[in-house]
């Protein structure tokens, strides 16, 4: 163990392409508690539980931030109505999915829907109560496909 003790996160930086469309997206759609833009910075902060995260436009647009990071993700813990309500509003608004799945093992266990946010950046909205034995449709099935 190191010798340096942390003893929280202050916050979590995503990179966005269009701050107002990101501002949009992370609290319109996702819903999280808009606190502001920091000065002329650039930077939106949102809060969600106890954590915050600050939106941050890049200098120059990204466009293919899903192939070059096909692991980092920022993962959202929502409740099974939640998720059931995000898949009709994600067809609505034409959200980008990237796939659903059914973790029964592991340290993280659920159901879990990956998407995109409009910059390109993997996003993941779980489920926690789902568990094994339970049904498992497919993102077909969900959307009468």
Known sequence: MGDI???GVTHWSIPVNDLAESEEFYGGLLGLDAKGRLGNSMMSCFNV???????CERAEPVNDMA???QKVHHSFTVSPETLDKAFNEFKEKNVKIAYLTYR????????ELYFFDPSGNRLELRDPTWHSGMPEPTLEEIYGS
């Not at 539980?49 to 939106?55: R, T």
């Not at 029964?104 to 159901?111: A, D, K, L, S």
């Open 5 to 7: 003790k942390i003893e």
């Open 49 to 55: 539980g106890d954590h915050n995260i600050l939106l």
């Open 67 to 69: 192939e070059k990071e």
């Open 104 to 111: 029964g093992q592991g340290f993280f266990t659920g159901r």
